[in-house]
Protein backbone atom coordinates (compact mmCIF):
# COMPACT_ATOMS: atom_id res chain seq x y z
CA UNK A 1 0.00 0.00 0.00
CA UNK A 2 1.59 3.54 -1.01
CA UNK A 3 2.76 5.67 2.07
CA UNK A 4 0.09 8.69 2.18
CA UNK A 5 2.15 11.70 0.76
CA UNK A 6 -0.54 14.62 0.89
CA UNK A 7 -2.03 16.10 4.09
CA UNK A 8 -5.00 14.54 3.33
CA UNK A 9 -3.87 10.84 2.69
CA UNK A 10 -2.38 11.32 6.06
CA UNK A 11 -5.38 12.31 7.83
CA UNK A 12 -7.32 10.01 6.46
CA UNK A 13 -4.94 7.32 7.25
CA UNK A 14 -4.71 8.71 11.05
CA UNK A 15 -8.61 8.42 10.82
CA UNK A 16 -8.53 4.68 9.94
CA UNK A 17 -6.19 3.75 12.63
CA UNK A 18 -7.80 5.70 15.35
CA UNK A 19 -11.41 3.50 14.21
CA UNK A 20 -9.97 0.78 14.15
CA UNK A 21 -7.78 0.85 17.61
CA UNK A 22 -10.90 2.63 18.78
CA UNK A 23 -13.24 -0.48 17.94
CA UNK A 24 -10.50 -2.78 19.17
CA UNK A 25 -11.16 -1.68 22.54
CA UNK A 26 -14.52 -1.68 22.58
CA UNK A 27 -14.50 -5.13 21.59
CA UNK A 28 -12.82 -6.17 24.34
CA UNK A 29 -15.01 -3.76 26.82
CA UNK A 30 -17.89 -5.83 25.17
CA UNK A 31 -16.55 -9.12 26.69
CA UNK A 32 -17.39 -8.31 30.14
CA UNK A 33 -20.63 -7.38 28.86
CA UNK A 34 -20.90 -10.62 27.59
CA UNK A 35 -19.65 -12.61 30.27
CA UNK A 36 -21.83 -10.75 32.75
CA UNK A 37 -25.16 -11.67 30.14
CA UNK A 38 -24.21 -15.37 30.39
CA UNK A 39 -22.21 -15.94 27.74
CA UNK A 40 -19.06 -16.34 29.22
CA UNK A 41 -17.94 -19.07 26.86
CA UNK A 42 -18.47 -17.02 23.90
CA UNK A 43 -16.70 -13.83 25.45
CA UNK A 44 -13.99 -16.17 26.33
CA UNK A 45 -13.25 -17.46 23.34
CA UNK A 46 -13.10 -14.27 21.56
CA UNK A 47 -11.07 -12.90 23.61
CA UNK A 48 -8.30 -15.37 23.06
CA UNK A 49 -8.80 -14.97 19.07
CA UNK A 50 -7.87 -11.34 20.05
CA UNK A 51 -4.84 -12.09 21.72
CA UNK A 52 -3.71 -14.21 19.20
CA UNK A 53 -4.10 -11.37 16.54
CA UNK A 54 -2.44 -8.71 18.24
CA UNK A 55 0.08 -11.32 19.04
CA UNK A 56 0.61 -11.78 15.61
CA UNK A 57 0.90 -8.68 14.97
CA UNK A 58 3.18 -7.08 17.22
CA UNK A 59 5.75 -10.40 16.92
CA UNK A 60 5.59 -10.04 13.03
CA UNK A 61 7.74 -11.46 11.03
CA UNK A 62 7.61 -14.43 13.20
CA UNK A 63 5.90 -17.15 12.37
CA UNK A 64 5.86 -18.68 15.33
CA UNK A 65 2.42 -18.70 16.21
CA UNK A 66 2.35 -20.23 19.75
CA UNK A 67 5.29 -18.77 20.55
CA UNK A 68 3.98 -15.59 19.35
CA UNK A 69 1.17 -15.52 21.61
CA UNK A 70 2.83 -16.77 24.59
CA UNK A 71 5.35 -14.25 24.68
CA UNK A 72 2.77 -11.28 23.66
CA UNK A 73 1.14 -12.71 26.84
CA UNK A 74 4.19 -12.58 29.26
CA UNK A 75 5.61 -9.42 27.15
CA UNK A 76 2.70 -7.26 28.12
CA UNK A 77 1.49 -8.12 31.44
CA UNK A 78 1.80 -5.79 34.11
CA UNK A 79 3.12 -8.45 36.78
CA UNK A 80 4.64 -11.91 36.36
CA UNK A 81 2.43 -14.40 35.81
CA UNK A 82 1.82 -15.78 32.05
CA UNK A 83 5.63 -16.03 31.85
CA UNK A 84 6.21 -18.04 34.74
CA UNK A 85 6.99 -22.01 34.18
CA UNK A 86 4.73 -24.60 35.29
CA UNK A 87 6.92 -27.84 36.17
CA UNK A 88 4.30 -30.30 35.25
CA UNK A 89 3.40 -28.29 31.85
CA UNK A 90 7.09 -28.79 30.93
CA UNK A 91 6.93 -32.48 31.35
CA UNK A 92 3.72 -32.79 29.87
CA UNK A 93 4.60 -30.76 26.48
CA UNK A 94 8.01 -32.08 25.95
CA UNK A 95 6.85 -35.52 26.64
CA UNK A 96 3.90 -34.97 23.62
CA UNK A 97 7.00 -33.79 21.15
CA UNK A 98 9.35 -36.01 19.25
CA UNK A 99 12.59 -36.93 19.20
CA UNK A 100 14.64 -36.10 21.97
CA UNK A 101 12.17 -34.54 24.24
CA UNK A 102 10.58 -37.47 25.85
CA UNK A 103 14.32 -38.03 27.47
CA UNK A 104 13.97 -34.34 28.06
CA UNK A 105 10.80 -34.41 29.88
CA UNK A 106 11.95 -37.61 32.07
CA UNK A 107 14.67 -34.99 32.85
CA UNK A 108 12.12 -32.19 34.32
CA UNK A 109 10.42 -34.74 36.20
CA UNK A 110 13.53 -36.09 38.17
CA UNK A 111 14.03 -32.41 39.16
CA UNK A 112 10.57 -31.89 39.70
CA UNK A 113 8.73 -34.88 40.66
CA UNK A 114 5.43 -33.61 42.40
CA UNK A 115 3.25 -34.27 42.99
CA UNK A 116 2.58 -30.64 44.10
CA UNK A 117 4.24 -27.77 42.07
CA UNK A 118 5.54 -24.28 42.54
CA UNK A 119 5.52 -21.66 39.88
CA UNK A 120 8.96 -20.66 39.30
CA UNK A 121 10.61 -17.76 37.02
CA UNK A 122 12.45 -18.95 34.17
CA UNK A 123 16.02 -18.55 36.11
CA UNK A 124 15.05 -20.10 38.56
CA UNK A 125 13.67 -23.01 36.50
CA UNK A 126 16.72 -23.30 34.91
CA UNK A 127 19.00 -23.39 38.17
CA UNK A 128 16.97 -25.97 40.25
CA UNK A 129 17.43 -28.10 36.53
CA UNK A 130 20.97 -27.66 35.92
CA UNK A 131 21.34 -29.63 39.26
CA UNK A 132 20.62 -32.71 36.75
CA UNK A 133 20.72 -32.00 34.06
CA UNK A 134 23.90 -31.20 30.97
CA UNK A 135 24.36 -27.73 29.59
CA UNK A 136 23.82 -28.60 26.42
CA UNK A 137 20.57 -30.34 27.30
CA UNK A 138 19.93 -26.85 29.30
CA UNK A 139 20.35 -25.10 26.03
CA UNK A 140 18.03 -27.38 24.31
CA UNK A 141 15.25 -26.82 26.76
CA UNK A 142 15.91 -23.17 27.07
CA UNK A 143 14.53 -23.17 23.29
CA UNK A 144 11.10 -24.30 23.90
CA UNK A 145 10.60 -23.51 27.58
CA UNK A 146 7.87 -21.33 25.99
CA UNK A 147 5.70 -24.18 26.19
CA UNK A 148 5.97 -24.91 29.64
CA UNK A 149 4.59 -21.62 31.09
CA UNK A 150 1.27 -20.41 31.79
CA UNK A 151 1.16 -19.00 28.38
CA UNK A 152 1.71 -22.01 26.96
CA UNK A 153 -1.06 -23.57 29.43
CA UNK A 154 -3.49 -20.84 28.14
CA UNK A 155 -2.43 -21.39 24.13
CA UNK A 156 -2.24 -25.63 24.04
CA UNK A 157 -5.18 -25.78 26.69
CA UNK A 158 -7.47 -22.84 26.10
CA UNK A 159 -6.57 -21.16 22.70
CA UNK A 160 -6.39 -23.95 20.68
CA UNK A 161 -9.51 -25.81 21.82
CA UNK A 162 -11.16 -22.48 21.21
CA UNK A 163 -9.71 -21.78 17.70
CA UNK A 164 -10.25 -25.78 16.72
CA UNK A 165 -12.65 -27.25 18.83
CA UNK A 166 -15.98 -25.10 18.94
CA UNK A 167 -14.43 -23.75 22.49
CA UNK A 168 -12.66 -24.47 25.49
CA UNK A 169 -13.97 -24.77 28.90
CA UNK A 170 -14.49 -21.35 30.55
CA UNK A 171 -11.63 -21.15 33.08
CA UNK A 172 -8.17 -23.26 33.87
CA UNK A 173 -7.14 -23.71 37.55
CA UNK A 174 -4.00 -24.89 38.97
CA UNK A 175 -4.94 -27.38 41.60
CA UNK A 176 -2.02 -28.35 43.85
CA UNK A 177 0.17 -25.69 41.99
CA UNK A 178 1.30 -22.95 43.99
CA UNK A 179 3.24 -19.48 43.30
CA UNK A 180 4.92 -17.53 46.14
CA UNK A 181 3.03 -20.11 48.78
CA UNK A 182 -0.63 -19.30 47.36
CA UNK A 183 -2.37 -20.22 44.95
CA UNK A 184 -2.23 -18.88 41.71
CA UNK A 185 -4.79 -16.87 39.68
CA UNK A 186 -6.90 -19.36 37.62
CA UNK A 187 -6.77 -18.46 33.77
CA UNK A 188 -10.29 -17.05 33.28
CA UNK A 189 -11.46 -13.77 30.87
CA UNK A 190 -10.46 -11.39 33.78
CA UNK A 191 -6.73 -12.42 33.68
CA UNK A 192 -5.86 -12.05 29.98
CA UNK A 193 -8.09 -8.47 29.61
CA UNK A 194 -5.25 -6.23 31.24
CA UNK A 195 -2.32 -7.65 28.65
CA UNK A 196 -4.94 -8.03 25.90
CA UNK A 197 -5.74 -3.81 26.42
CA UNK A 198 -1.95 -3.45 26.45
CA UNK A 199 -1.25 -4.78 23.25
CA UNK A 200 -3.80 -2.59 21.76
CA UNK A 201 -2.24 0.12 23.32
CA UNK A 202 1.43 -1.34 21.64
CA UNK A 203 0.24 -2.15 18.48
CA UNK A 204 -2.13 1.57 18.34
CA UNK A 205 1.39 3.81 19.71
CA UNK A 206 3.44 2.27 16.81
CA UNK A 207 0.88 2.56 14.13
CA UNK A 208 0.16 6.21 15.05
CA UNK A 209 4.01 7.00 15.49
CA UNK A 210 5.26 5.76 12.24
CA UNK A 211 1.60 5.74 10.53
CA UNK A 212 2.10 2.57 9.64
CA UNK A 213 -0.20 -0.27 10.57
CA UNK A 214 1.66 -1.96 13.64
CA UNK A 215 4.82 0.33 12.57
CA UNK A 216 5.04 -1.86 9.26
CA UNK A 217 2.10 -1.52 6.92
CA UNK A 218 3.46 -5.29 5.39
CA UNK A 219 2.17 -6.68 8.31
CA UNK A 220 -1.69 -5.67 7.29
CA UNK A 221 -1.37 -5.80 3.56
CA UNK A 222 1.52 -8.97 2.68
CA UNK A 223 1.15 -10.98 5.17
Same mark, same amino acid.
Given at each position: ?10 AAKHRLM?? @? @? ?11 ? &? ?9 ? $??? &? $????? @? ?18 ? *?? +? ?9 ? #??? *??? *???? %? ?5 ? %? ?23 ? &?????? #? ?9 LWRATIG??? +? @????? #? ?13 GSTTYNG ?5 ? $??? *???? #???? %? ?8 ? $? ?9 ? %????
Amino acid at each position: MPVPKTPEDIAAKHRLMTA @F @FDDALARVDFLSE &LRDGGRDTEAF $TLC &L $TYVDS @FSQWLLWPREEVGRNFVEAL *AT +YEASPYFGLVH #PLQ *AIR *AFGA %MKGIWPS %MSALVQRAFPGPSYELLHETAFEGR &LAVTCS #PADLSQIRGELWRATIGGIA +Y @FWLRN #PSVHRFGSSRSLSFGSTTYNGAEPEPL $TLR *AFLP #PLRA %MIGEARKRSE $TTLQWFGDDRI %MFDA
